[in-house]
């Protein structure tokens, strides 16, 4: 499966950003999507995850801010963003756990006035 994020760009504090994952297979509408990012100089963190039941979970870093939703029509899953703050750059990675653990190349989110 292929996946492919798009969406990230350079925002200011408190601004907002959507990112997009398409998925090249309908497989991805029977499989929990998560969400990673990675800050600059530091290790790959789970940011939120929507199950194949459309329910959403998040990190505590991101709760409230973050709004995870999924499109089986269109096998894409968006990470609606508001609020962000500059520790939330890094480049963010759509990732499909199974039945393959498929990851996209990621999009680069700058959060920065």
């Known amino acids: 499966v292929q996946l492919v994020e798009s969406g990230g760009g350079l925002v200011q504090p408190g601004g907002s950003l959507r990112l997009s994952c398409a998925a090249s297979?309908?497989?991805?509408?029977?499989?929990?999507m998560n969400w990673y990012r990675q800050p600059p100089g530091k290790g790959r963190e789970l940011v939120a995850t929507i199950s194949s039941a459309g329910i959403p979970l998040y990190a505590d870093s991101v709760k409230g801010r973050f709004n995870l939703s999924r499109d089986d029509d269109k096998n894409t899953v968006y990470l609606q963003m508001s609020s962000l703050k500059p520790e939330d750059t890094g480049v963010y990675y759509c990732?499909?756990?199974?039945?393959?653990?498929?990851w996209g190349r990621g999009t680069q989110v700058t959060v920065s006035s």
């Open positions: 297979e309908s497989i991805f509408k029977w499989h929990d």
């Open positions: 990732n499909l756990p199974r039945p393959i653990d498929s």
